[in-house]
């Protein structure tokens, strides 16, 4: 009965300290609050500045700091790994800001936002079946540098945006290439085929055409289609010498001893 009251006692203490910190948040000037969200934001201390710069936005939605706050906001929450968070953040900033001098800072923080959520869930992709993944961040991901490349030609941000979007398309076409190997593994030859083309069609210059290749290949052999299986491999001869099925001097299929190096090779190492 003792410990049920002490635990009580400690509980209406804590009620009280949480309802004083707001009391005296209440009671700070907008200087005193963006100096508090700024040392916060120094010391990487995230959910703090959040606390703060969230009091910040809702007692002086029209202040001196409002903007920055605002901009304030979609950082920490990305550095907060709140990504989906940031990214809306990020939109709403945009929306009512077409004329402000950081648009572009907006614009890239929303497309790594956005980027990173995808990043984050394709690390646990080879806990899941190729249904599993969902490419919904990542194509909000290469939209959104597409969209901001297009509006600031000129950002200092280019670099790192082409190199993100490269590293989408390779990313995209591997989740392609998974499923036509999960076709081929139920020896759905026709569906691994139809798999494989799409990514030779949809995501040229990726180094995952390579792969897809050998997919046609192994599928088109299953089939017994002759003159696909050679001009396949012929392709994967000439364009890429180097690519893993061939390092024995002729064509051999990496999964046969190990499905999961397939795996491996089709899904890590894309976001390094």
Not at 71 to 96: D, G, M, P, T, V
Not at 187 to 198: E, G, H, K, L, P
Request: glycine share 6%; hydrophobic share 40%.
């Amino acid at each position: 009965m003792q410990s049920k009251l002490f635990l009580s006692f400690i509980f209406v203490c804590f009620l009280q300290a949480c309802a004083s910190g707001k009391l005296v948040d209440d009671l700070k000037s907008e200087g005193e609050l963006f100096e508090n969200a700024q040392k916060y934001l120094d010391q990487k201390n995230y959910p703090l500045a959040i606390g703060q710069l969230e009091t910040l936005e809702s007692r002086f939605p029209f202040g001196l700091y409002s903007n920055e706050v605002k901009l304030q906001l979609i950082f920490a929450h990305y550095k907060n790994n709140a990504f989906s968070i940031a990214a809306l953040h990020a939109e709403r900033f945009i929306r009512f800001n077409l004329d402000h001098e950081q648009l572009d800072y907006a614009y890239f923080l929303k497309a790594m936002s956005y980027y990173s959520q995808y990043q984050s869930s394709a690390s646990s992709l080879l806990k899941r079946g190729p249904e599993g993944f969902d490419q919904t961040a990542g194509k909000e991901a290469f939209t959104s540098f597409q969209q901001w490349i297009a509006v600031f030609p000129n950002t200092q941000y280019r670099a790192q945006a082409q190199a993100k979007m490269r590293i989408l398309k390779e990313s995209f076409a591997a989740y392609e290439n998974r499923i036509g190997l999960f076709y081929l593994n139920g020896q759905n030859y026709v569906a691994a085929i139809n798999r494989a083309n799409f990514v030779l069609d949809n995501f040229p210059g990726t180094q995952e055409q390579g792969n897809a290749l050998s997919i046609l290949i192994l599928a088109n052999k299953a089939l017994g289609n002759e003159a696909q299986y050679e001009y396949a491999l012929n392709l994967l001869t000439t364009y890429f010498p180097d690519h893993l099925a061939l390092q024995s001097g002729s064509f051999k299929t990496p999964f046969v001893e190990e499905k999961r190096l397939w795996v491996q090779i089709l899904t890590l190492g894309f976001f390094s």
